[in-house]
């Protein structure tokens, strides 16, 4: 069982930074690879970026490559998104979900465990 909370969301202007956490309870956080998914208003449920469980490899969706970096800190049990020159469509709630899949993937069924999420809002 894996336990996810989010936290680092907010309200930022067009062109500025957040940076999102995921904090795991646990102790096999590191045999999951992470996924950061978003949902806006009246939109379904989009990928934004995952990590291995090593945190060697990471994927991206096309939208937000060059401009979000996903990591993680084993140690710590933590997972990040940092989002940079965010746009206003990047407004959505953010959650962080734990898979066993064995490759990266993009596919919201294909992980096991969800946290709740956390707001960002990007105002113009």
């Known amino acids: 069982q894996v336990q996810l909370v989010e936290s680092g969301g907010g309200l930022v202007q067009a062109g500025g930074s957040l940076r999102l956490s995921c904090a795991a309870s646990g102790r096999t956080f590191s045999r999951y690879s992470m996924n950061w998914f978003r949902q806006a208003p009246g939109k379904e449920r989009e990928f934004v970026a995952a990590i291995n469980w090593s945190g060697v490899s990471t994927y991206y969706a096309d939208s937000v490559k060059g401009r979000f970096t996903v990591s993680r800190d084993n140690a710590k049990n933590t997972v990040y998104l940092q989002m940079n020159n965010l746009k206003p469509e990047d407004t959505a709630v953010y959650t962080c979900?734990?898979?066993?899949?064995?490759?990266?993937?993009?596919?919201?069924?294909?992980?096991?465990?969800w946290g709740r999420g956390t707001q960002v809002t990007v105002s113009s």
């Open positions: 979900a734990a898979s066993s899949y064995y490759f990266l993937h993009r596919t919201p069924g294909l992980s096991d465990y």
